[in-house]
């Protein structure tokens, strides 16, 4: 079975600084993707960055970038130049190859402070 | 492109009524989800559609939820009779499925107080 684990609640960055959001998963598959998903408070989720197990190169979007440790079974995602718009919800989640069941975390709440 | 549309956005019903919540998903889209968010929780997911075959429905509490999806397209998830524990948020989100582990676009859900 799949499982996602988020361990910072809550976190919190001054506006234009870098946070990292950590996740870990666990499969027993080899073939897998990984996503970040944001949703701010009006609730709809959007998605940040993806990842697929087999490429070793961490994905990137613009200011948003991932830290993929596969032996770790890490996926920590990195924001730089903090922004206030990216305040909110962050759910890291894991789909199995094959599966298009999306496994999620408990999510962490970015609070970006002016 | 128009996003996933789902409605109502709120709804408020006594215990033991009915409710039903529509989506339409992103033209093209074979795939369709319906989550269930609890507060402070991340999605899970209820049921998926591969056009109008429901093909995981493991987590759907089949005694008062039931979905369908006519034509492979719109769906509609109910809930009969409502009890107090199904306050949440019901998510709607599709994709092409072209492959594993197509990116999944969701709509912006409806949130049920169960009163």
């Known amino acids: 079975a799949q499982t996602v684990t988020q361990s910072q609640p809550e976190m919190s960055v001054q506006e234009a600084e870098t946070v990292t959001l950590s996740c870990t998963y666990d499969t027993s598959e080899s073939d897998y993707y990984l996503f970040w998903y944001k949703q701010p408070p009006s609730r709809q989720m959007i998605l940040v960055i993806r990842?697929?197990?087999?490429?070793?190169q961490n994905a990137t979007e613009n200011r948003f970038s991932v830290n993929f440790q596969k032996a770790a079974k890490s996926f920590s995602l990195k924001i730089s130049d903090s922004q206030l718009g990216d305040a909110a919800m962050y759910f890291c989640a894991s789909a199995q190859g094959g599966s298009e069941k999306l496994v999620f975390g408990k999510g962490t709440k970015l609070t970006v402070n002016p | 492109e128009a996003g996933v549309v789902q409605s109502p956005r709120y709804k408020i019903i006594e215990k033991k009524q009915p409710v039903a919540f529509w989506c339409n998903p992103i033209?093209?889209?074979?795939?369709l989800y319906w989550y269930l968010q609890n507060l402070g929780q991340g999605p899970e997911l209820l049921i998926r559609?591969?056009?109008?075959?429901?093909?995981?429905d493991s987590q759907l509490p089949k005694d008062r939820f039931s979905a369908e999806r006519l034509k492979g397209v719109d769906s509609t998830l109910k809930i009969q009779p409502a009890e107090l524990g199904d306050s949440a948020v019901y998510l709607c989100a599709s994709s092409q499925n072209m492959r594993g582990g197509d990116t999944q676009y969701f709509g912006p859900g409806t949130r049920l107080t169960v009163l």
């Open positions: 990842q697929e197990a087999y490429k070793q």
């Open positions: 559609y591969e056009n109008e075959e429901a093909v995981d």
């Open positions: 033209s093209g889209h074979n795939t």
